[in-house]
């Protein structure tokens, strides 16, 4: 059997080693790289499982176009040649009639290894109309730490150093192995731990401290803290004074958020505030990971994200040893920004970006004000990738394929992204999708986004090509990890799949973009953009580098803010951040109240927590393959005891959620865990096994939580778009099925 080195690309952290063992092209075995510096924490499941996904008939072979009307499940098997090149020539016809900015591109994780090949798409095609749920995962927290410290943050475990670790609305339990682990050596090195979540989570149970706050209240709670420990003098003087701007700002917001005024926002007592303070100043450095609830939590979220960096801030915990480090992008790789040619896309389209005249925080003009700062600082290999920094504005674009205003969106390729489970607002997607002149949808699986649309393109996944995670390729820790094809992606009779860099190359080619795309294989483009840790580590070859290193480390280190400048306007940490200031928003957080009307109250008196992670899914993937099915069968509601009892409903039964919007049924999980005035939500299920045909596409109706949550651009963060997910705008209501 041949040992291949792979790297794991099962969910969005991206890029654990694994070991892939191979016989006859086929995967036999999958095991943990162990030497390697990322890899799976020990819970995860998913690797033990990669054969059973691999060889599953659900995944996509060959393309197709469709035949009879869209939903109708009627399918003619094409070649790549054909299905390429009538994509390609539909969409010049679309571009010629209704400019370039009528294609959109739906993204999700990144989970192809190549946003950055479809952004280079996108910029060289004209259109400014990539759009994803970038907007409300994760790159909201990475603007915000450009915006305030000019770098991700990394967490820097020192023994006799680091005094507190803080899980700040993340589940690790469920959603990161790695946090999990990095939790339990923290409690068993003697660590501090905390917790700040609505829900009683395995590891709030474990914590020496649980915030129990309100959903949608991190801000307050936030300046609350900030509010005790300026008062009590529990702030790093040093540090405020010297690499810091805008405390004195800072000190002012903070005062009208008094321990009693935040405890009747975050339902907390004023007690409990002033001493979640306390506990917390007193044990720095500290380190802390925050989960993507803050940023769910509309319309407060992204100064959510930024309230807890900056209490982080002001108590020392950046920057110093032990603590949470700022870092750079890796000194000898090309990140995404290097090969995105994001001077490609006219500054006319840009300026059309659907939303980003509305929410300017994650479009071009927050994108373009963070790429000025990060390029004086680092030159051409700086971290502000478009792809990850700068989308169309999701919910807008649906809008527009619906009424055609502000202009009309024709076409949409789908890649790494299932849309009709993800997005808010289900019904109306729908009517977007069902709208467009074409749809294409490039992934590994059947899924009910796939089922309507005209074009399906099967996809290699990771263990079919080179890639790496996304440590370097977004200009975050300065890791370069890389894994290889331990499979083939074509064997003549079986399967012929493209990976995604291919996929986009391919297109690109067909439509006048030849000459920007002199990589022709993923492993050439690889080889391209880590030429620098090749020459360094002297191999000459992608596949001696496999062999020889396969990975690069530059570890971050403390005292940046001292070496100066950081990566920000002001070269400092911005507490008060001039880049929003320039965007026209506050450049402080604030907590806002979002309005709800009375009768909405009454008639849907429930909160909802809605889509927490669960092992072993990854939002809507995996419910095809019995041994990931198994580990949970059916999406499940939890539900107070109390309300439970009330509405005559018990443990198993079948419950309906429902919102204006529409209703779904989970089965209830009765628990004691959270306040009763919530309940708790999965999110994205559907069923494989119900039929394809629509209207059912696998039951894309039943269970899936987004057909009743809202995508009201009147209800998203007015700064970055994000729609509300958790949260006051969650109001549901429940009864027995
Ligand atoms: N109500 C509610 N909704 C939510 C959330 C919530 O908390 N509550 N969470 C939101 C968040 S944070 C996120 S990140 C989104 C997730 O939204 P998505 O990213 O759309 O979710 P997935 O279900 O992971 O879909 C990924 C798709 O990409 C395909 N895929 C995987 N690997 C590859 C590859 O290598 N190449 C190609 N071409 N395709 C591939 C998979 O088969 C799958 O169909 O959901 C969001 N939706
Ligand atoms: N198994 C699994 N793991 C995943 C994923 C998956 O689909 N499945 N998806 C990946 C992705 S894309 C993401 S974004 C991450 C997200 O990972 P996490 O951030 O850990 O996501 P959740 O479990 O949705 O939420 C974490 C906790 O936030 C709490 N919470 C809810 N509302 C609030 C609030 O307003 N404030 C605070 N402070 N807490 C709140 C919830 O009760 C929950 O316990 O997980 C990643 N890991
Ligand atoms: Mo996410």
């Not at 682990?181 to 395995?202: H, I, N, Q, W, Y």
């Not at 899924?447 to 440590?471: H, K, Q």
């Not at 009454?602 to 095809?624: A, C, D, Q, T, W």
């Amino acid at each position: 059997m041949e040992v291949k080195y792979a790297s794991c690309f099962f969910c969005t952290s991206k890029g654990c080693a694994l070991k892939v063992y191979v016989e006859a092209d086929k995967v036999q075995r999958v095991t943990v790289d162990t030497g390697a510096p990322v890899v799976p924490g020990a819970f995860c499941v998913r690797p033990s499982l990669a054969k059973d996904y691999q060889h599953h008939p659900f995944r996509l072979s060959f393309p197709l176009k469709r035949r009879g009307p869209r939903g109708s499940n009627n399918w003619e098997r094409i070649s790549w040649d054909q299905a390429l090149d009538e994509i390609a020539e539909k969409l010049a016809d679309i571009r010629e009639r209704y400019g370039a900015e009528a294609l959109a591109t739906s993204s999700g994780t990144g989970r192809g290894a190549a946003e950055f090949a479809k952004t280079r798409f996108m910029n060289l095609f004209g259109s400014p109309n990539r759009f994803g749920v970038i907007t409300i995962c994760y790159a909201p927290r990475a603007m915000v730490w450009f915006l305030t410290f000019g770098g991700h943050l990394v967490s820097d475990r020192k023994p006799g150093k680091t005094r507190m670790m803080i899980l700040w609305g993340r589940n690790a339990h469920e959603g990161g192995p790695a946090s999990w682990k990095s939790f339990l050596d923290a409690k068993k090195s003697g660590l501090r731990t905390m917790v700040v979540d609505p829900r009683c989570t395995e590891p709030a149970r474990q914590a020496d401290r649980w915030v129990q706050l309100r959903a949608g209240s991190d801000v307050a709670l936030a300046l609350g803290m900030i509010h005790v420990i300026i008062e009590e003098g529990l702030y790093h003087k040093e540090f405020v004074e010297k690499y810091a701007s805008g405390f004195a700002a800072l000190r002012e917001r903070a005062r009208a958020y008094t321990p009693e005024r935040v405890a009747r926002i975050t339902w907390l007592s004023a007690d409990t505030v002033r001493e979640a303070a306390r506990f917390y100043a007193a044990n720095q450095p500290s380190n802390m990971v925050i989960g993507v609830s803050a940023e769910h939590g509309a319309p407060n979220g992204i100064q959510a994200v930024r309230a807890v960096n900056i209490l982080r801030a002001i108590v020392g915990s950046i920057d110093v040893e032990g603590g949470d480090l700022i870092t750079g992008p890796h000194p000898d790789f090309l990140p995404d920004a290097a090969v995105e040619l994001n001077h490609m896309l006219p500054p006319e389209q840009r300026r059309k970006q659907l939303g980003s005249d509305r929410f300017r925080f994650m479009t071009y003009p927050g994108w373009e004000l963070l790429e000025e700062q990060m390029r004086k600082k680092w030159g051409e290999r700086h971290s502000a990738a478009v792809n990850l920094h700068s989308a169309a504005h999701a919910p807008t674009v649906f809008r527009a394929m619906i009424t055609g205003k502000p202009y009309p969106v024709k076409a949409l390729v789908v890649s790494c992204s299932n849309p009709l489970l993800s997005y808010s607002n289900t019904h109306l997607v729908y009517k977007a999708l069902q709208s467009t002149d074409l749809l294409a949808t490039f992934d590994l699986t059947w899924t009910p986004t796939a089922l309507i649309s005209d074009y399906v393109l099967p996809a290699a996944c990771w263990m079919e090509r080179p890639d790496m995670g996304n440590f370097a390729s977004v200009g975050g820790y300065p890791l370069v990890q890389m894994g290889e094809a331990a499979v083939p992606a074509r064997v003549a009779g079986e399967y012929e799949r493209l990976n995604d860099y291919e996929f986009w190359r391919e297109l690109g080619t067909r439509l006048g973009q030849a000459d920007h795309w002199p990589w022709r294989t993923f492993e050439e483009l690889w080889e391209h953009r880590l030429q620098g840790v090749m020459e360094k580590s002297g191999c000459k070859s992608f596949s001696e580098f496999m062999r020889e290193k396969r990975w690069d480390v530059e570890p971050p280190r403390p005292g940046l803010c001292k070496e100066g400048p950081l990566a920000t306007p002001s070269g400092k940490v911005e507490i008060y951040s001039s880049i929003l200031e320039k965007l026209g928003y506050d450049p402080l957080p604030e907590y806002q109240e979002p309005n709800i009307p009375d009768d909405i109250k009454r008639k849907y008196p429930l909160l909802n927590i809605s889509g927490v992670r669960v092992m072993p899914y990854h939002h809507s993937e995996f419910r095809h393959v019995p041994s990931f099915r198994k580990r949970q069968p059916d999406p499940m509601v939890e539900i107070h005891m109390d309300v439970a009892r009330r509405k005559g409903i018990n443990d198993g039964d079948w419950v309906y959620i429902e919102t204006p919007l529409g209703r779904v049924k989970q089965r209830a999980r009765l628990t004691t865990s959270f306040d009763p005035r919530y309940i708790v939500t999965q999110h994205s299920w559907w069923f494989p096994e119900m039929p394809a045909e629509g209207p059912s596409l696998h039951g894309l109706w039943e269970s899936n939580i987004n057909v009743t949550t809202d995508d009201d651009p009147d209800k998203c963060d007015p700064l970055s778009g994000g729609w509300p997910l958790k949260g006051a705008y969650m109001r549901c209501r429940i009864y027995k099925a």
